[in-house]
């Protein structure tokens, strides 16, 4: 059998289908714009997530990659929901990823002024009208899917009265819920959006910014088209799910007869395995105490990947290889943690962590005497540098690097058994020390004192390599292991009677007792590292004095899913 070479010309790697970036060079091909301007518009109303990621991704890359501009453009058009804390975490997490927003960061807020004016612009083209229903009556007058809506009693109302309404509601005489503006469009529309969706409504809330200026709000339908236009936005990206509202955008735009028209468009959010995305969930999870917060490593918000110890780069890469498109589909969790190890096995140093220390005392060791060996922090890059780290008489491996009973091939600890300390000398066991209920506590060992370095005068070699700390030298350190926080794919595919909290996974996080080298007492909170043969580890802010706290940001090989790694 003969295989054709590919040819030279060929590239090794197809970049994954991005359909907006494709409309984006079409129409900067065709002259449509002189440049291109994105905006990224969260709700300062909760911690961002991995989803978010993809469109922070998409938005400040395809402005970066046209040399065209991306806004941050903050939705607070629902003060009772907001908060400066959102407003801050949201910065602190596009500035994380790598991205940069043009000029000062943007408010809805900032336009109030702009839309009002643009509300009542529609009440005199007769294009908006003051509705007195209550919110339940506007829900039974919309109709469904299949029957049309009927036109509220108010509808008819005259401009002179809509006009006076609607400023007597600007000036809070009404309580809220009394009255809301709604556009005039067709309560029989196919599309149930466009059946007189509410533009504005009466909100006696303080604002994080504006105070108490204003008792209403513009709703997200009419302030997101308006706020792109003012702001010259060329390509208004969202999620699927406002697909349908792209209709009302448009006809808000055209109705008013906008100087420049943005155009939306559409694709689909990331789903993925093993998590959940929705904010509503996610804030269930941190209420009813299923993890420690929004900053969990556990959890899919940017914060708590962060803290896990996550690269920034490995989310920029995971969000490249996802691809954009209109389809629906659920990506593999191990994709996101294949990126984190692709990124971590290039740039974290490597150090000597053990997580569950089992001490070994080397008898034919003196025990006053220490000594230095030098480690590379990596071995394939030796522009990282090296260290000096301390050998003495008693030192600390795993205790799941010795079985007293080894089964075949096992070439790790056992008694009689030979192996290499990591840079340092080989050592052979000669015997157990246990407890009263029978569990080993210590080993018993001598080295070879002729194979200094690992290596030995006469050739022979050993086919297992330990890491090993010197106790006398090591650091206590906590060790936070995380698993996955749902071990099933698809957490909402719960079985009747069950709901998505109950497949939380009881031992998605395991705390052990270790201990790590002594070059790391200097580090800060966010340095991550290599244990070699264990794991990545980053440094958390629960650190004290007194012992360092590393959670595990991941295995250093998927144990649990297998993926082709493309690219």
């Given at each position: 059998?003969?295989?054709?070479k590919?040819?030279?010309d060929?590239p090794?790697?197809t970049?994954?289908p991005?359909f907006?970036?494709?409309?984006v060079?079409a129409?900067?091909?065709?002259?449509?714009?002189a440049?291109?301007r994105?905006?990224?518009?969260?709700?300062?109303n909760?911690?961002l997530?991995?989803?978010?990621?993809?469109s922070?991704c998409l938005n400040?890359?395809l402005?970066?990659?046209?040399g065209?501009?991306?806004?941050l453009r903050?939705d607070d058009?629902?003060?009772?929901?907001?908060?400066v804390e959102?407003?801050d975490?949201i910065?602190?997490?596009?500035r994380?990823?790598?991205?940069?927003?043009?000029?000062e960061?943007r408010?809805?807020?900032?336009y109030?002024?702009q839309?009002y004016?643009?509300a009542?612009?529609?009440?005199?083209?007769?294009?908006?009208?003051?509705d007195?229903?209550?919110?339940e009556e506007?829900r039974?007058?919309r109709?469904?899917l299949?029957e049309p809506?009927?036109?509220?009693?108010?509808r008819?109302?005259?401009v002179?009265?809509?006009?006076?309404l609607?400023?007597?509601m600007?000036?809070?005489?009404?309580p809220?819920?009394?009255?809301?503006?709604?556009?005039r469009i067709?309560?029989?529309h196919?599309?149930?959006v466009m059946?007189?969706?509410a533009i504005?409504?009466?909100?006696h809330?303080?604002?994080h910014?504006?105070g108490d200026?204003w008792c209403?709000?513009p709703l997200?339908d009419f302030t997101h088209?308006?706020s792109d236009?003012?702001?010259?936005?060329?390509?208004?990206i969202?999620t699927?799910?406002?697909?349908?509202?792209?209709?009302l955008y448009?006809w808000v735009?055209?109705?008013?007869?906008t100087?420049c028209?943005?155009r939306?468009?559409e694709f689909?959010?990331?789903?993925?395995?093993h998590?959940?995305?929705?904010k509503?969930?996610?804030?269930q999870l941190v209420?009813e105490?299923?993890?420690a917060g929004?900053d969990?490593?556990?959890?899919?918000?940017?914060s708590?990947?962060r803290?896990?110890?996550?690269p920034p780069?490995?989310?920029r890469t995971?969000c490249?290889?996802?691809?954009?498109s209109?389809s629906?589909?659920r990506v593999?969790?191990a994709?996101?943690e294949h990126?984190?190890?692709?990124?971590?096995?290039r740039?974290?140093?490597r150090?000597?962590?053990v997580?569950?220390?089992?001490?070994?005392?080397i008898e034919n060791?003196p025990e006053?005497?220490?000594?230095?060996f030098?480690f590379p922090f990596?071995?394939?890059?030796?522009a990282?540098?090296?260290?000096?780290?301390?050998?003495?008489?008693e030192?600390?491996v795993e205790?799941?690097?010795?079985?007293?009973e080894?089964?075949k091939?096992w070439?790790r600890?056992?008694?009689?058994?030979?192996v290499?300390?990591?840079?340092?000398?080989?050592?052979t066991?000669?015997?157990v020390?246990?407890n009263a209920?029978g569990?080993?506590?210590?080993l018993?060992a001598?080295?070879?004192?002729e194979?200094?370095?690992g290596?030995?005068?006469?050739?022979?070699k050993?086919k297992g390599?330990?890491?090993?700390?010197?106790a006398a030298?090591?650091?206590p350190?906590?060790v936070r292991?995380?698993?996955?926080l749902?071990?099933?794919e698809?957490?909402m595919?719960?079985?009747e009677?069950?709901t998505?909290?109950d497949?939380?996974?009881?031992?998605s996080?395991?705390?052990a007792r270790g201990?790590?080298e002594p070059?790391l007492?200097e580090?800060?909170?966010?340095?991550?590292?290599?244990?070699?043969r264990v794991?990545?580890?980053c440094l958390d802010?629960?650190t004290?004095?007194d012992e360092?706290?590393?959670n595990?940001?991941a295995?250093?090989?998927d144990?649990?899913?297998k993926?082709?790694a493309?690219?």
């Amino acid at each position: 059998m003969t295989s054709e070479k590919k040819p030279a010309d060929e590239p090794l790697y197809t970049p994954p289908p991005n359909f907006i970036k494709d409309v984006v060079k079409a129409d900067l091909a065709a002259g449509k714009h002189a440049a291109v301007r994105t905006r990224f518009p969260p709700e300062p109303n909760g911690y961002l997530h991995i989803g978010h990621a993809k469109s922070i991704c998409l938005n400040f890359g395809l402005a970066n990659e046209f040399g065209g501009a991306c806004n941050l453009r903050f939705d607070d058009t629902n003060p009772t929901k907001e908060s400066v804390e959102y407003v801050d975490s949201i910065k602190a997490d596009v500035r994380w990823l790598g991205f940069s927003w043009d000029g000062e960061p943007r408010y809805a807020s900032d336009y109030f002024e702009q839309l009002y004016e643009f509300a009542v612009k529609l009440i005199k083209l007769g294009k908006a009208y003051v509705d007195s229903l209550t919110a339940e009556e506007i829900r039974e007058y919309r109709g469904t899917l299949t029957e049309p809506g009927k036109n509220s009693p108010y509808r008819e109302r005259g401009v002179e009265e809509n006009l006076d309404l609607f400023t007597r509601m600007r000036a809070g005489e009404f309580p809220d819920g009394t009255h809301v503006l709604r556009a005039r469009i067709d309560m029989a529309h196919p599309n149930i959006v466009m059946r007189d969706p509410a533009i504005y409504r009466i909100r006696h809330a303080h604002h994080h910014r504006t105070g108490d200026a204003w008792c209403v709000y513009p709703l997200y339908d009419f302030t997101h088209c308006l706020s792109d236009m003012i702001e010259g936005v060329t390509h208004s990206i969202c999620t699927l799910e406002f697909e349908n509202n792209r209709e009302l955008y448009d006809w808000v735009l055209d109705t008013l007869h906008t100087p420049c028209h943005p155009r939306q468009y559409e694709f689909a959010r990331l789903n993925m395995t093993h998590t959940v995305m929705s904010k509503r969930r996610l804030i269930q999870l941190v209420t009813e105490g299923h993890v420690a917060g929004w900053d969990d490593p556990r959890m899919p918000t940017i914060s708590g990947m962060r803290r896990r110890g996550y690269p920034p780069a490995a989310l920029r890469t995971f969000c490249e290889r996802i691809g954009v498109s209109r389809s629906e589909n659920r990506v593999e969790f191990a994709l996101l943690e294949h990126c984190v190890r692709e990124e971590l096995n290039r740039n974290a140093p490597r150090v000597m962590g053990v997580v569950r220390p089992l001490k070994v005392v080397i008898e034919n060791y003196p025990e006053d005497q220490v000594e230095w060996f030098e480690f590379p922090f990596n071995p394939e890059d030796p522009a990282q540098g090296s260290r000096q780290l301390p050998f003495s008489r008693e030192i600390y491996v795993e205790q799941d690097d010795f079985r007293e009973e080894a089964p075949k091939k096992w070439f790790r600890l056992a008694p009689g058994a030979e192996v290499r300390l990591r840079y340092a000398y080989y050592l052979t066991c000669t015997g157990v020390v246990k407890n009263a209920d029978g569990q080993v506590v210590e080993l018993r060992a001598t080295i070879d004192p002729e194979s200094r370095g690992g290596w030995t005068k006469d050739g022979r070699k050993v086919k297992g390599t330990l890491h090993w700390l010197s106790a006398a030298h090591a650091l206590p350190a906590e060790v936070r292991l995380y698993d996955l926080l749902f071990p099933m794919e698809n957490p909402m595919g719960a079985e009747e009677g069950r709901t998505f909290t109950d497949n939380v996974n009881p031992e998605s996080l395991t705390i052990a007792r270790g201990f790590v080298e002594p070059s790391l007492a200097e580090q800060k909170p966010g340095f991550i590292c290599q244990f070699e043969r264990v794991g990545y580890f980053c440094l958390d802010p629960d650190t004290v004095k007194d012992e360092l706290v590393f959670n595990r940001t991941a295995t250093l090989r998927d144990t649990w899913a297998k993926i082709e790694a493309k690219g």
